[in-house]
């Protein structure tokens, strides 16, 4: 079923671009585990803002294998190549069997189809990728960067709470991500958000 609002509106929408603003570099941060393809869509807007590039992402739940994702294709191809990445990488996801036994070894398979691990962690890359993850057994938040990231960490922030196991890691035993609403985030994390 479709629903569509009773109200219209008369204005054109607009970019950033055509309001005349100034080039501007942001930092994202994603927390997103319910709405994977809505985080796509934003992504994919943002890099239609010709005045606006990205130089950080962190990102929890399956929003961290888009950023991966999206922090790749942007290593390797521009705007253009994040935009292909995130397109190849959700035609897998697509195609990936709903009945899989094992959830994190079907992410595993997809998010190793789709993005290289030394691209992203190269000096070079434009965007500065972090992940979060939760211990298990701590609930302790863990961010993933650089010489930290790798498949099992960005897996691990993926999995969906009591429908995969742990992932575990050499850096620390990683759980499932919490939700946006749960997730407790570093101190000084809280104090730049605020």
Known sequence: MLAQSPMRTNQAIMSVADLGAEDR???IVLANDAHGAFVWGVLDRLLDEANCSVSG???????????????????VGGRRGARMA????WRR????????????????????????LEQIR????????????????TDAVK?????????DAIVAAAT?????????????????TATSSSLRLPRQLKLAIA
């Open 122 to 137: 190269d000096e070079g890359c434009p965007v500065n990728l972090g992940v979060l993850a939760v211990n298990a057994c």
């Open 57 to 75: 992402v962190t990102a929890s739940g399956f929003a961290a294998m888009e950023a991966a994702v999206f922090a790749y294709g942007l290593s």
């Open 160 to 176: 969906i709470p009591f429908l995969s196991l742990p992932v575990e890691s050499t850096a620390m035993s990683i759980g499932v």
């Open 86 to 89: 995130l397109a190849n990488f």
């Open 93 to 116: 996801v697509s195609h990936a069997s709903v009945f899989a036994d094992d959830r994190a070894s079907l992410l595993r398979s997809i998010l190793e189809q789709s993005i290289d």
């Open 25 to 27: 570099t942001i930092d």
């Open 143 to 151: 961010i993933f960067t650089s010489d930290q990231l790798s498949i």
